[in-house]
């Protein structure tokens, strides 16, 4: 099994990653941190074989321990920045997943991360194509952000919608305020819902039943 540390500020998104994790076959959620200085002690606590990163942790930035650990780390951000991905990449990182993802899309790094893992260990000298080939199976699987049937784009406005309110948005609200079909608002809503980056509430009103709205946590 593939001993895996989640860090991410988010109890909630943490737990959210954790239950992704426990689904990919070959994985083991071997323990949660929040904060930069919980991830230091983690790893020496628990020896991971794979770490999941986030960038946005309340003591210090993620990047920032990234080089510490000297263990396997995927960094799973918001973070957009091409600063933040190459000094990811710089620091170590095997793969740079932005949030919000799916299942799907964490399933199939994780798994190639697996791949990659298994043509590595190995006690006999690697030559140039086992190299090559640890290095496409890393990467062999990653797909674009959105899920199937949605664009990326479209995904992006929303997603940039949510985390810049200052207050919870109904799909209503949300295909108003960019111009779209509340069905459409409503299709990308529920995808980041399941992906952990938005929490759905109910918002009750005076009259009628009440209708769900969402908040950026991811």
Do not use: C
């Not at 049937?149 to 309110?165: C, D, K, N, P, Y």
């Amino acid at each position: 099994m593939i001993r895996t540390l989640i860090v991410d500020d988010d109890f909630r998104v943490a737990g959210v990653h954790a239950g992704f994790v426990s689904e990919v076959p070959g994985f083991t959620v071997a323990g949660i941190a929040h904060t930069a200085a919980e991830a230091r002690a983690r790893v020496r606590e628990l020896a991971p074989d794979l770490v999941l990163l986030d960038v946005y942790l309340p003591d210090e930035p993620g990047l920032s321990v990234l080089p510490e650990l000297q263990t396997d780390t995927i960094v799973l951000s918001a973070a957009t920045d091409a600063t933040s991905v190459t000094a990811a990449i710089r620091a170590g990182a095997l793969n740079y997943l932005i949030k919000p993802f799916t299942t799907r899309q964490l399933s199939e790094r994780l798994t190639s991360y697996a791949r990659y893992r298994g043509l590595v260990r190995t006690e006999r000298p690697l030559n140039q194509d086992d190299v090559d080939r640890a290095f496409r199976a890393l990467h062999d699987q990653d797909r674009a952000a959105a899920p199937k049937g949605q664009s990326s784009a479209t995904a992006r406005l929303v997603s940039e919608r949510l985390r810049s309110s200052p207050a919870p948005l109904s799909a209503a609200e949300v295909a108003r305020e960019l111009g779209m079909a509340r069905a459409t608002a409503q299709r990308y809503l529920t995808a980041l819902a399941e992906s952990g980056a938005v929490d759905m509430r109910l918002r009750y009103g005076a009259t009628g039943r009440p209708e769900h709205e969402y908040v950026w946590v991811g």
